[in-house]
Nanobody, 115 residues
Framework: QVQVVESGGGLVQPGGSLRLSCAVS????????MGWYRQAPGKERELVAT???????NSADSVKGRFTISRDIAKNTVYLQMNSLKPEDTAVYYC?????????WGQGTQVTVAS
């Protein structure tokens, strides 16, 4: 059974940093694309950043220059380094893995940016 598990969320002051991790288990082959999405209260889930199996990345304009997505293929793990955090980054962050044509989601991790 494929499992996607996020970790690393928490409370941070504006301007601070956090690193999210997401590990995929229960798989035989390497996932295709993996990515991070977020959902703030009262808003729809939105893309934050994705990374392909070849390492190509894509990110939302709102996080460019502040967030960096990376991937450890051997560990089936994807990371999101978040710097210069703003209150508007507050949301539940979800990890997504594209595996054998299906999308798998984690349970989400809360990120709160407040002073």
């Amino acid at each position: 059974q494929v499992q996607v598990v996020e970790s690393g969320g928490g409370l941070v002051q504006p301007g601070g940093s956090l690193r999210l991790s997401c590990a995929v288990s229960g798989i035989i082959f390497r996932p295709n694309a993996m990515g991070w999405y977020r959902q703030a209260p009262g808003k729809e889930r939105e893309l934050v950043a994705t990374i392909g199996s070849g390492g190509s990345t894509n990110s939302a304009d709102s996080v460019k220059g502040r967030f960096t997505i990376s991937r450890d293929i051997a560990k089936n793990t994807v990371y999101l380094q978040m710097n210069s955090l703003k209150p508007e980054d507050t949301a539940v962050y979800y990890c997504n893995a594209d595996y054998l044509g299906r999308n798998y989601w984690g349970q989400g991790t809360q990120v709160t940016v407040a002073s």
